[in-house]
């Protein structure tokens, strides 16, 4: 059951991404290297892609990006949403920080929640949470203050300050050699309520007395008892994930290809059953062709790129069909009139409600279906006319 509950409290995270990302862009960022100096303030909402990413000066909006290494040592008044191998956040956000990548550093100062996934997660103690923290790392480390609870699942977890109230924790330890501790409650922590973790050994308490509600652990190794609550939990992770990655997804395609998406789009609105028809086609035809292939020596290569090239691209193509989708509910919805002609913005709602729909059971997937096969029409349509 509590597992149940913090997958939904995290899909109840994961849905309001939609309310600071419909907001006023500075525009998309697509650099080696993107760097906002101390003197500037922006206006508004920073989205970036590039290979560094830097904040020095002052972000009004959210800060929405995705880079090999970001660092954010200004201010963000908004959310902080990002992707990327390193990123490190020594500022002050006024908001929530959703990040996910390899290596993750909290140092500074967050309004409400943090949400971390990467191999690496560190909470410093200079770091202040004021709502909750949700963590899912192989290493993680809490050494800083949350006002609200600490929700977090892994290999190894170090805390080592305080949380005001109750910390919940699934540890797949399995694997940990016996003389090492999955949990480590280091006598610098402090619990305002409950510890409760799921692991298959004792965690190391360093000082009991801090925890001031229940200590419990419970058994990993009986958890096939509780078959159908882990299904719950894993359907609305693996949809929070599925979320997140459309995102990032969109984030490069609009930020990469703003014109030819906004041409592809039109058309599949424009003509919708010649793409749907063209999409089908193309996924019938391709795969006995490649199939084909394979009976001649030179064709061996052709047949496996081009059966590899149709898989990399029906999972863009659904986020295209997303994207189309907000652009239409962009020019449709009265309230969402200051955004019309925002790629972005029609970007984040059409993949939200697209994904939500597609989670239907059954209708759902057909549903998912149709809108690759209608993608990879327009793609293929948009294709055809600029060679003619």
Known sequence: MAKTRMAVLALLATAAL????????????????????????????LYSVGSSITVDGTIKGDVICAAQSIVINGRVDGDVICVGQSITVNGVVGGSVRVAGNTIVLNGSIGHTAMAAGANVTIS?????????????????????????????????TLAGPINRHVLLYMDDRNVPQDQNSLTVAKEATVGGNLTYTASRDAKIEN????????????????????????????????????????IIGLLLVSW?????????????????????????????????????LFTVIGIPLSLLSVGSLLLLMYPAKVLAAIAVGRKLNTALPFMSKWHHSLMASMIVGVIVSWLIFSVPVIGWFLGCLATVWAIGGIWRYGKARSA
Do not use: C
């Open 18 to 45: 939609i309310l600071p990302f419909v907001a006023s862009a500075k525009g998309m960022e697509a650099q080696e290297s993107v760097y906002i100096p101390k003197e500037e303030t922006v206006e508004g909402s």
């Open 125 to 157: 103690p200079k770091a202040n949470v004021g709502w909750d923290a949700l963590i899912g790392a192989a290493y993680a480390e809490v050494r800083g203050t949350i006002k609200r609870d600490l929700f977090g699942a892994g290999s190894f977890f």
């Open 208 to 247: 009991p007395g801090a925890i001031k509600g229940e200590l419990k652990r419970n058994n990993l190794e009986n958890r096939h008892n509780d078959a159908a609550k882990d299904a719950a939990g894993a359907w609305a992770w693996f949809k929070i994930i599925g979320i997140f990655s459309a995102l």
């Open 257 to 293: 290809l703003p014109r030819p998406i906004r041409d592809i789009t039109d058309g599949m609105f424009e003509k919708p059953l010649p793409s749907i028809g063209w999409g089908i086609v193309v996924m019938i035809l391709v795969p006995i062709i490649a199939f084909l292939l």
